[in-house]
């Protein structure tokens, strides 16, 4: 079957750096994707990497491992805004997104 | 970037009565449309695949005469729900996608339904 793993919780302190893994086992692979969602919002997109390697976008990384089925997203000078939940994605080999649980991510002052 | 709107954003019903919910590609032709639903605390969960002019494929548990999708144009699609009860209370949201950009969809806001 198709699963996606990412922690459940992540708790930081603001000004700081933090990093939420994500593992995945799909049918196929045509990118992973890293998206943002405030409490009662739709998701927002922060990243896509299909190749291995680091993906660096301001404050935001992503990196993927394609032979390990493994990625993170690293969030740098954390910021209160950053609180959010942060869902991982693989879109597999019909195009469809497949969704982790999301990582509730707490900033604290 | 391209824009997908939802309407309403939030809608509180009877139970028993049916919603009709909204997803417009604003500035794209969206060949694919996706209706996901979100309870509390959990991710998004894929409802169906919309394909412009054709039936929409429904994932496994989701009753296709209860969530009722059109996809007339390739600029709208619509998600009915039929005779609501509080257990479809949840957020729906859909997503849109070109061709040419199989990899990429676009999310609307959401429209969140309460059923009493």
């Known amino acids: 079957g198709q699963n996606i793993d990412q922690p459940t919780e992540m708790t930081a302190t603001e000004g700081a750096i933090v990093q939420i893994n994500c593992t995945y086992q799909t049918s196929g692979f045509n990118g992973l994707f890293w998206y943002q969602q405030h409490a009662g919002e739709a998701p927002t997109f922060l990243s896509y990497n299909v190749l291995d390697g680091l993906e660096e976008k301001g404050r935001f990384s992503s990196f993927l491992s394609r032979s390990k089925g493994y990625s993170y997203l690293l969030l740098k000078e954390l910021q209160m805004k950053d609180s959010a939940s942060y869902l991982c994605?693989?879109?597999?080999?019909?195009?469809?997104?497949?969704w982790g649980a999301g990582t509730k991510l707490i900033i604290k002052p | 970037g391209a824009v997908v709107s939802q309407h309403p954003s939030w809608v509180i019903c009877k139970s028993g009565t049916s919603v009709k919910i909204e997803c417009r590609s604003l500035d794209f032709q969206a060949t694919t449309m996706f209706w996901y639903r979100q309870f509390p605390k959990q991710s998004l969960m894929l409802m169906a695949t919309s394909n412009e002019g054709s039936k929409a494929t429904y994932e496994q548990g989701v009753e296709k005469d209860k969530f009722l999708i059109n996809h007339a144009s390739l600029t709208l699609s619509t998600l009915t729900v039929t005779s609501a009860h509080p257990e479809d209370s949840s957020f729906y949201i859909c997503?849109?996608?070109?061709?040419?950009?199989?990899?990429?969809?676009?999310f609307g806001p959401g429209t969140r339904l309460l059923v009493l």
């Open positions: 997503s849109a996608r070109f061709a040419a950009a199989q990899e990429t969809q676009y």
């Open positions: 994605a693989v879109m597999d080999s019909n195009y469809q997104l497949i």
